[in-house]
């Protein structure tokens, strides 16, 4: 079993950082790739960052410029580094995994964390 621990949201004021993290666990044969994804009230899920096995990264453009992806291989652990946040930027983020068990593929979800971004 896969699990993914994130860590890091919070409370910030507009124009403040913060810095988000997930951790991969578990029977991973491989990973093709780690996102983070955020969900507003009353808005669907969309992609925030995402980040492939080979580093290459792609942003949403409300956060290009803004928020950084990055990605510890060794320790299957990926970060949004997230800079001039924005009320707009409120959201529970949901880091991603798409990879391969030994005998399947995976998509796996995390828990989801709560930044709050006050004006």
């Known amino acids: 079993q896969v699990q993914l621990v994130e860590s890091g949201g919070g409370l910030v004021q507009a124009g403040g950082s913060l810095r988000l993290s997930c951790a991969a666990s578990?029977?991973?044969?491989?990973?093709?790739?780690m996102g983070w994804y955020r969900q507003a009230p009353g808005k669907q899920r969309e992609l925030v960052a995402a980040?492939?096995?080979?580093?290459?990264?792609n942003y949403a453009d409300s956060v290009q410029g803004r928020f950084t992806i990055s990605r510890d291989n060794a320790n299957n652990t990926v970060y949004l580094q997230m800079n001039r946040l924005k009320p707009e930027d409120t959201a529970v983020y949901y880091c991603?995994?798409?990879?391969?068990?030994?005998?399947?593929?995976?998509?796996?979800w995390g828990q989801g964390t709560l930044v709050t971004v006050s004006s």
């Open positions: 991603n995994l798409r990879g391969h068990a030994v005998l399947e593929s995976l998509e796996v």
């Open positions: 980040i492939a096995s080979g580093g290459s990264t």
């Open positions: 578990g029977s991973i044969f491989s990973i093709n790739a």
